[in-house]
Structure formats: structure tokens, C-alpha cells
T-cell receptor
Framework: QKEVEQDPGPLSVPEGAIVSLNCTYS??????FMWYRQYSRKGPELLMY????GNKEDGRFTAQVDKSSKYISLFIRDSQPSDSATYLC??????????FGGGTRLMVKP | DVKVTQSSRYLVKRTGEKVFLECVQD?????MFWYRQDPGLGLRLIYF???????EKGDIPEGYSVSREKKERFSLILESASTNQTSMYLC?????????????FGPGTRLTVL
């Protein structure tokens, strides 16, 4: 079993929909939780970061961490075609390297 | 803006060839990383370097080596390329390994080994 599991998709939604992207993990020592966004033919870039449990909101994006369930989510409100990309969750323990999920490909159709 | 550049976007090599992938960052970051990205497997760490001439193995170092002679440059070497090394290779850099260790990625090199 992989340390971080993520549904590969693709997930196809109409413009304006609310999108929910999720990851589950097995390592209870993970403390730092991130979402990277990767456009086609580009490298990933950091989108959201959360330390430990809780929510974080940035514009149309909300990141949630539920450490008791070992589950993290990224919500995108009012999705746009420009949100079409692969979303990678990443997490780490203190002093350790990042562990990435496999990525979910999202397509937002006009 | 942090910029990480990789020497080639696409590369085609033959089995047994020695392959060099070059990465340069312009933000004076201490740490540099090489990953490979395969469908469904996400990013897997091959090697990282926390200082000039210093390197550490990642999760999948077999078949690879690295070189960091200057702070801004980190090279990945495939000593004898094999078909199972066909993949997307991503280089990244970061200022600190502590905390979230935000990494800045290059655009990637898609390597095909025939």
C-alpha cells in the first residue's frame, strides 16, 4: 500500500462547479500538508499549504486536513477552465522529505 | 521569481548510452532535488543535495548518480540508460529543508530510452 493515495481521475466538471479533490495517507507522523498544481508541460507549483489539522482558505481554494481520519481535501469553488490541471497532494514529517500522491487530473469544461 | 531551468524538454537516447540531465536555479537555494514522474506513481525522489558536493539518496537511486559542483547547478546522470528509465524527470530547489520545504520545480525533461 502506498503511503499517500490519490484518485488519478480524470475528473471532468462543468465551469462553475465545486470541485473536491482528496488524498488519504497512512503515516500519522505527517505534519505538513500541501497541494501542488501542475499544468500540462510544466513543473508543479505550490498552491496551498496547511500545518497540522484545520482549514485554510485562499480565494476560491480551501484546503482541509483531518488528521484523525488521515484525510486531506482541496475544494475549488466556481471552477474555471484555467483550473484544468493535475493536482498533487504532498505531505511531510518534520525534518523529512516530501511524499507525493499520484495526482488527480482535473478538466473544467466551459 | 524563482527560476529553475532544465537543459532539455525532450530527449531520446538509446539503451546503454550515458545520459546527462542538467538543472540550474537562480535563487541561491541550498537544496536541489531530482524526481521522476510516472503516471499513477506521482513524484518519486531519486537524489537530493543540501550543499555543494553533498548528496543523499532518495527513494529510487538505483541506476542514477548526481553531481553538484556549483551551488546553482545539479546534474542527474544515467550511467547506462535502460528502457525502464523512460520517464519525465523533474528538478526542484528549495531554500530550507525545515518546515514545509516549499520546492520550486523546473518544466521537466521527458526522456525516452529506445
Amino acid at each position: 500500500q502506498k503511503e499517500v493515495e490519490q484518485d488519478p481521475g480524470p475528473l471532468s466538471v462543468p465551469e462553475g462547479a465545486i470541485v473536491s479533490l482528496n488524498c488519504t495517507y497512512s503515516n500519522s507522523a505527517f505534519q505538513y500538508f500541501m497541494w501542488y498544481r501542475q499544468y500540462s508541460r510544466k513543473g508543479p507549483e505550490l498552491l496551498m499549504y496547511t500545518y497540522s489539522s484545520g482549514n485554510k482558505e485562499d480565494g476560491r481554494f480551501t484546503a482541509q486536513v483531518d488528521k484523525s481520519s488521515k484525510y486531506i481535501s482541496l475544494f475549488i469553488r466556481d471552477s474555471q477552465p484555467s483550473d484544468s490541471a493535475t493536482y498533487l497532494c504532498a505531505m511531510k514529517e518534520a525534518g523529512n522529505m516530501l511524499t507525493f500522491g499520484g495526482g488527480t487530473r482535473l478538466m473544467v469544461k466551459p | 521569481d524563482v527560476k529553475v531551468t532544465q537543459s532539455s524538454r525532450y530527449l531520446v537516447k538509446r539503451t546503454g548510452e550515458k545520459v546527462f540531465l542538467e538543472c540550474v536555479q537562480d535563487m541561491d537555494h541550498e537544496n536541489m532535488f531530482w524526481y521522476r514522474q510516472d503516471p499513477g506513481l506521482g513524484l518519486r525522489l531519486i537524489y537530493f543535495s543540501y550543499d555543494v558536493k553533498m548528496k543523499e539518496k532518495g527513494d529510487i537511486p538505483e541506476g542514477y548518480s548526481v553531481s553538484r559542483e556549483k551551488k546553482e547547478r545539479f546534474s542527474l546522470i544515467l550511467e547506462s540508460a535502460s528502457t525502464n528509465q523512460t520517464s519525465m524527470y523533474l528538478c526542484a530547489s528549495s531554500l530550507s529543508l525545515a518546515g514545509r520545504n516549499e520546492q520550486f520545480f523546473g518544466p521537466g525533461t521527458r526522456l525516452t530510452v529506445l
